[in-house]
């Protein structure tokens, strides 16, 4: 069973903290241009985690990677979306729902691991 401990409790609430300030406090260019840069890191990451980590983690980065190519791919036929067009609010939530695909995608792909490794407690038929 998994428990709390304090640094991964602080960890969860810089996260949330984080990302409601980037959603909610930032203008809209300013939060684009954040999550573009965000966007750009996520790749090196998720390299390095697929070379360097072992288990779960990198099951989590394994899973990382199918969304980052469709959306690198998107981007380099369609072109950038037009973030300034209309205003920034559109893009930023475009920008906002690519992190968290490709953040659900990395967490589904750890989940499947740690269910398919698990030992389960031998039954007598």
Known sequence: MWQYNLRSLML???AACVGTWLFFVLEGEVAVVILSMLLAV?????LAGLL???GNVRAF???CVPPMVILTCGFIFEGPP???GRG????KVFLLVCVAVVLASGAA???IRY???RRLPATDN
């Open 82 to 84: 037009r973030m300034f």
């Open 115 to 117: 269910f398919a490794t």
């Open 109 to 111: 792909s750890a989940a």
């Open 88 to 91: 920034g609010d559109e893009a």
């Open 61 to 63: 980065f394994v899973g």
């Open 52 to 54: 360097y980590c072992r």
């Open 42 to 46: 996520i790749p090196g990451t998720v």
């Open 12 to 14: 969860v609430m810089l």
